[in-house]
């Protein structure tokens, strides 16, 4: 029997799942997935994600691997075989062999995730499944230059929840930026890992001291004092998007 390695790259609408990982009878993305591998392969399939996702965080380009017994399928042909399982809220976009080595978590050599804000404007309904709603017009320029401070090697306790289990609060962070894209705000962030809703953290509390008129210097001494409880509030679930993950190798 050959083993082959496939290498997926996902999209979901998170806003019905627990989360991307499997957790007990809550549906996950993981699962669902997983479920889908079981009715192909008659046996149980493990996934390998880059990363998880919180309850309510969307994807663009979470990718994911896992080791099939099946000989006689291209692997591109595991794009529609697997979406016609799967339901509608959950699509796999692209699939391709990998090496038998390949781990999508451990591979992976940065991760960006964007943020979509829609201020100043009300939402059209649909939006609001997929972006944050605030009334009033930031200044994106004072955004930027709190962003700023992020790049590079950074300490992010700050945004780090006191639930977060890592040893480290450390990141390398090799982008942030606030842009708008039509009527929309964004905020984008890449960096090799992400503490647990380190993203949504760091989006609330920017926007909060934009709001109350911080300094840069203000900012970068609440960054230096490590104190999660200095921390604005944490932005909504929905905004959030998973947005692509970049490799060592393939």
């Known amino acids: 029997m050959t083993e082959r390695n496939i290498r997926l790259v996902v999209a979901y609408d998170g806003t019905d799942f627990s989360g991307w990982q499997r957790q007990g009878p809550d549906r996950s993305v993981q699962g669902d997935i997983e479920d ?3 009715k192909m392969h008659k046996h149980p399939v493990q996934l390998i ?21 099946i000989s006689h399928i291209p692997a591109e042909r595991f794009v529609p075989a697997l979406n016609s399982i799967l339901k509608r809220d959950v699509r796999i976009l692209h699939a391709e062999e990998a090496s038998l080595d390949f781990h999508a978590r451990f591979d992976a050599k940065s991760r960006t995730y964007r943020y979509h804000i829609i201020s100043g404007r ?3 309904p649909h939006e609001l499944r997929y972006a944050w709603q605030i009334w009033r017009q930031p200044n994106i320029s004072c955004l930027n230059a709190y962003a700023r401070l992020l790049i590079g090697e950074t300490d992010c306790s700050l945004f780090a929840s006191p ?7 450390c990141r390398y962070i090799s982008q942030a930026r606030f842009f708008v894209a039509g009527t929309t705000l964004l905020f984008e962030i890449t960096a090799n890992a992400f503490l647990w809703k380190m993203v949504r953290s760091i989006v609330g509390s920017l926007l909060y001291y ?12 609440l960054m230096n004092s490590r104190d999660h409880t200095l921390a604005g509030p944490t932005a909504p679930p929905e905004g ?6 970049d490799y060592y190798r393939m």
Do not use: C
């Not at 994600?49 to 017994?69: K, L, Y």
């Not at 639930?163 to 609060?169: G, I, K, T």
């Open 240 to 245: 959030l998007f998973l947005w692509n993950i």
């Open 163 to 169: 639930r977060d289990p890592s040893l480290s609060r």
């Open 49 to 69: 994600g880059s990363g998880r996702t919180d309850a309510g965080v969307h994807a663009i380009g979470q990718v994911a691997n896992f080791i099939t017994d």
């Open 122 to 124: 009300h939402a059209m």
């Open 210 to 221: 934009e709001e109350r008129g911080y300094s840069v210097e203000q900012v970068q001494k």
């Open 36 to 38: 889908a591998l079981f």
